[in-house]
């Protein structure tokens, strides 16, 4: 018996006894939204998964707006709507609030408690404020564990190109450069993961640090890459959801996004070391365009950002970046004083500066919380160059400079690791363009991507 | 005449050697004991230096971000610190021992207070040490948040924080050392009286400012934008 799940919880694990499906949804104030994932998830239970017990079970956050209501009301579509000849039965429906820190990984730490209980064979997790879900989502996250053999399932989005950044130009390449596996989407918030995953998950010691909040997506997805279980993707069409919390702060997002990238490099450095290159998940589901929300960028603000940055957080980057990275990011700065057009946060000098990030969160324990914090600007010049980049090219073309992007970052890995191991980088620093274009094709020729 | 001035002669002669036979045996001591201080001293020095560097503390200090905090240049080198503290106060310790074979008033006062003095100053030194740590450590947090914030000169406002703690820790050292305590408390209630009052002002006069650059920032960030900072 798990002492950590509330009381409510454990009654009713010991009333359902068992079931073969488990579906998490974590919510704080959704009410709006919550009803039609819980419709969305019972249809897909119903449609796809008829002949298996299943639960759906809110994970809730203390919400004060009815979400809990929500889910327990929201009401079974009908069979013949759904095109099916059975009548449709709804699966037991329960809403929970989870105890310990504030935030998604608590909830998820719940609902993985849950199905352990439960002797669950798979658990898919959704988020509570998409307006895109559909049935078949269930059953693309549900369907490679149950049938194929994955033990994690990653969603793959057609997003808009200025949607995801912290993913395209931090978590996704890096992700990818240290552990060699290609998960487009390792943050994304939808993911279906298999018994042995979730006791695994559940043994692990970190649940009470920023894997607790937002850094829980990318956790799950780096275990399970790094500890060599089966990974696959599914591709789930668009990814449109609910507007987030205004007053949510980028630079939090930030530190615990990119704070739990760091900490998990730590504890897998002798896997990562071991890995070069790196080849693509198996992705299923049918690929298809759709149409997306637009989205509206102020690239100026962010310039503007990065300038701030540059007057007064001298002091912080100069101990935290490399001399080499420091001065190219001084030079930035300072040309941003001739023309804000020609500004151009290059490949090369992100994947730098992330990696001087890198090392200096390792080196800097008591200091983790700034450090990460100051990247902010760099982040947002990093935005805004990419923007300026890709604001006349299509979706192909942006994914194509996100490739090129990774490629780059797989270039810097062996500095990396000699930096990390405390030995003399070879041939570190910036290299002339060209000869990193050239390096860049030769890769691109050689790693399966 | 002559019979007189060899009088003087021969007085003189004997007080200097009464004095000679009273301080010369305390001053030779005096010598012997600083010297062995010394020697004791630059032992202890070599020995610490030694130590510290088998237990790598420059290196576990550097790892754990401490040295950071305290010196972000990374200049701060805690073996050459402590090896360099316990050679002077080995070295001190000799002097005030040499100078107590004298045996007078003044130098048993002079020790009396150094042995007082050594925890004083030692609990004012950690004061002082922790004051420019916490100082340099919520300084910096200030300055990165002012810019993420997009705060007005916020250089100045993490000056302003690393000030102000470190006057704290002046005031709390004075106050350990009872050194000029009364104006030390004087200052400080002056002091944050005035930033009080100055900050009360602040928002009285600028109020109508402040409230407009919040508005300008919120629409700067309207929701539309927003959607970029959100999505992970």
Known sequence: ??????????????????????????????????????????????????????????????????????????????????????????????????????????????????????????????????????????????????????????????????????????????????????????????????????????????????????????????????????????????????????????????????????????????????????????????????????????????????????????????????????????????????????????????????????????????????????????????????????????????????????LTFQNLKPSLAARWNGEPVQGGGRRPQRERAAANEMDQTNVEV | MIETLKNILEGALERLQQQMTTYLPSFLAALTLIFGAYLIATLARWLIYRIFKGLTVDKFLRQSGIAFLVDPSGGLRATRLAAGTVYWFILLSGVLLGLNVFNTDLTTQIIQSFVFLVPKLFVAGLILLSGTWLGQYLGRGMLVWAVNENFPSPRRLAAVVRILIMFVAVVVAADQLDFARSVFLAAFIIFVGGAVLAGSLAIGLGGRKMQRFFEERTEQTGDSERSLWNHL
């Open chain 1, 1 to 406: 018996m798990d002492l950590s799940l509330p009381d409510e919880a454990r009654r009713a694990a010991e009333v359902i006894r068992r079931a073969d499906i488990v579906i998490g949804i974590p919510s704080y104030n959704n009410a709006r939204t919550i009803g039609h994932v819980v419709r969305a998830a019972n249809a897909g239970l119903a449609k796809y998964f008829p002949q298996l017990t299943a639960v759906v079970i809110n994970s809730d956050g203390g919400s004060t707006d009815s979400t809990r209501e929500a889910v327990l009301s929201a009401c079974v579509e009908d069979s013949r709507l759904m095109l099916l000849s059975t009548p449709l039965v709804a699966a037991h429906r329960l809403s929970f609030p989870y105890h310990g820190v504030p935030g998604k990984g608590s909830a998820f730490r719940m609902v993985f408690q849950m199905a352990k209980q439960l002797d669950a064979k798979v658990c898919a997790v959704v988020d509570s404020d998409l307006r895109s879900i559909t049935p078949e989502w269930i059953d693309l996250l549900i369907r490679p564990v149950l049938f194929a053999g994955f033990d994690f399932v990653a969603p793959y989005y057609q997003r808009h190109k200025y949607d995801g950044t912290i993913t395209n130009s931090i978590v996704y390449p890096l992700t990818r450069m240290l552990y060699g596996v290609s998960v487009r989407q390792p943050i994304g918030g939808e993911f279906g993961v298999s018994a042995r995953l979730i006791r695994r998950y559940l043994a692990r010691q970190d649940w009470e640090t920023d894997v607790a909040r937002f850094g829980i997506d990318i956790w799950m997805t780096t275990v399970a890459i790094a500890e060599e279980f089966r990974v696959c993707q599914s591709f789930l069409g668009a990814k449109l959801h609910d507007a987030k919390d205004p007053g949510s702060d980028l630079s939090a997002m930030l530190e615990q996004v990119v704070g739990s990238v760091f900490t998990l490099m730590q504890e897998y450095a002798p896997v990562w070391q071991r890995r070069t290159g790196s080849t693509p998940a198996e992705l299923f589901g049918f690929r298809f365009d759709v149409g997306l929300d637009p989205i509206q960028v102020n690239v100026d603000r962010m310039v503007q950002a990065f300038r701030r940055g540059c007057e007064d957080l001298g002091e912080i980057w100069e101990t935290t970046l490399g001399k080499r990275t420091f001065m190219a990011v001084r030079r930035l700065g300072n040309s941003l004083g001739e023309s804000r057009e020609s500004f151009h946060l290059d490949d090369e000098l992100w994947a730098e500066v992330i990696l001087d990030f890198a090392c200096a969160y390792r080196k800097h324990p008591l200091a983790r919380g700034m450090i990460l914090r100051s990247l902010t600007p760099l982040y947002l010049a990093r935005v805004a160059s990419f923007v300026r980049d890709t604001e006349n090219l299509v979706a192909d073309e942006v994914e194509e400079k996100i490739e090129q992007l990774c």
